[in-house]
């Protein structure tokens, strides 16, 4: 009986997300677990699905959209789910499902079309050259240019926490490892300012950082979009 009311008590947590919160968990954890089965079959789903640089042959629209729920890893996974269940659900309760999810589509496309930009930028003086030495071996530049893959919701989630921030922004947040809970305006700020430190210090960490960043710019246009639009200083109607 003990067991029976602990299934029901879970159940009834998860009955009280929302229902594109709760979705989009489904959705991200069933690609993650069958990315792995997959693998086990000779098939890279990160490779297909994965956004590719445009210059690459592998690229196509459609990864724009499908390398938002693809990951690295578990822990990649747990990080960016975590942080949708804990705010996204908030969101979605306030914006409604329909809002949220065009706002979290808007938000991960946005960051993809930044992370292409920046990939552009840093290797359109390296396209002239037919082979590339990695160091390990010399390839083919169009090797090469599909090896820039990109996945996972991470720029939604930083869309999730720049919405979070501007609609909540004097609510209190603990952060590890500051010891006192902080303002969520303050906890965004400098989540723009590491991930803007660490893009421009050319960081080697294999993280988009600037496709965070794109995902809480389109987020704050996105936002204020809405505001101007709605006419009485609202953020959400």
Same mark, same amino acid.
């Given at each position: 009986?003990?067991?029976? $009311? ?5 159940? +009834?947590? #998860? +009955? ?6 709760? $979705?989009?968990?489904?959705? $991200? ?16 789903? +990160? ?12 690229? @196509? ?5 499908? &390398? ?11 990080? +960016? #789910?975590? /942080?949708? *269940? ?8 306030? *914006? ?6 065009? %706002? %979290? ?14 990939? %552009? ?7 002239? &050259?037919? @082979?590339?030495?990695?160091?390990? /071996? ?5 090797? %090469? ?27 209190? #947040? ?26 421009? !210090? ?5 993280? /988009?950082?600037?496709?965070?960043? !794109?995902?809480?710019?389109? !987020?704050?246009?996105?936002? #204020? &979009? *809405?505001?101007?639009? @709605?006419? $009485? !200083?609202?953020?959400?109607?």
């Amino acid at each position: 009986m003990q067991a029976i $009311n602990v299934l029901l008590r879970k159940r +009834n947590r #998860m +009955n009280n997300i929302p229902v594109v919160t709760k $979705n989009l968990l489904i959705i $991200n954890v069933l690609c993650f677990f069958g990315s792995v089965v997959a693998m086990k079959y000779g098939i890279n789903l +990160n490779d297909l699905l994965g956004l590719h640089c445009f210059m690459a042959s592998d690229f @196509n629209l459609a990864q724009l959209i499908t &390398y938002m729920f693809m990951h690295g890893g578990f822990q990649h996974l747990f990080f +960016n #789910m975590f /942080a949708l *269940w804990m705010f996204g659900r908030t969101l979605e309760q306030v *914006w409604g499902p329909k809002r949220f999810l065009l %706002y %979290y589509v808007a938000c991960g496309i946005g960051a993809g079309l930044v992370q292409e930009l920046v990939q %552009y930028v840093q290797f359109s003086d390296l396209l002239q &050259y037919e @082979n590339i030495d990695t160091g390990v /071996a010399v390839i083919p530049m169009t090797e %090469y240019l599909n090896l820039m893959t990109t996945v996972g919701a991470s720029g939604a989630i930083y869309g999730i926490l720049m919405a979070f921030g501007m609609l909540f922004p004097e609510s209190r #947040m603990f952060v590890f490892p500051i010891p006192f809970p902080i303002k969520t305006k303050y906890f965004v700020i400098g989540y723009v300012a590491l991930e803007l430190f660490l893009g421009i !210090g050319a960081s080697m960490d294999g993280v /988009a950082h600037f496709a965070h960043l !794109g995902g809480m710019f389109f !987020g704050f246009i996105l936002i #204020m &979009y *809405w505001r101007k639009k @709605n006419g $009485n !200083g609202q953020f959400y109607y």
